[in-house]
C-alpha cells in the first residue's frame, strides 16, 4: 500500500530514506511516514499488551489496526484532486466522493 524504494530491508537505508524525505509535503511521503507512525505506535501498543494485560492480537489484526488508522488520516486531508491523489485514495479504498464532502 506504500511505494517506498529504499534499495534495501537494512535499518540504516530505512533511516537514510527518512532524513531525506522527512520534510518532504509530497503525498507518498506523507503518507509513508503516517505508516511508519502508526507502525511504531501500535506494535509498541502490542508489546505492551502482551507484557502488561496479558492480552495479544495477532500479526494481521495488528497491521489491520495499522491501515485502519492511516486511513481515517487520509480520510481528514483536504486534496486537491490531482491524479496522484485519486491513485493514493484508491490504494487505501477511500471512497472518491470522500474528497468532494465536507466532513463536519
Known amino acids: 500500500m506504500v511505494d517506498i ?21 509530497k503525498l507518498e511521503h506523507v503518507v509513508c511516514k503516517l505508516v511508519l507512525a502508526a507502525s511504531a505506535y501500535f506494535i509498541w501498543q502490542e508489546r505492551n499488551n502482551r507484557l502488561f494485560s496479558r492480552s495479544q ?32 485514495m484508491e490504494k487505501w479504498q477511500i471512497p472518491l466522493r470522500a474528497l468532494d464532502e465536507d466532513p463536519g
Open 5 to 25: 524504494d529504499i534499495g534495501s530491508d537494512s535499518w540504516s537505508s530505512f533511516s537514510d530514506w527518512m532524513n531525506q524525505y522527512s520534510n518532504s509535503r
Open 57 to 88: 492480537c495477532s500479526a494481521p489484526q495488528v497491521s489491520e489496526k495499522i491501515k485502519n488508522s492511516v486511513r481515517l488520516r487520509l480520510m481528514g486531508f483536504k486534496f486537491q484532486g490531482q491524479a496522484d491523489h485519486k491513485k493514493v
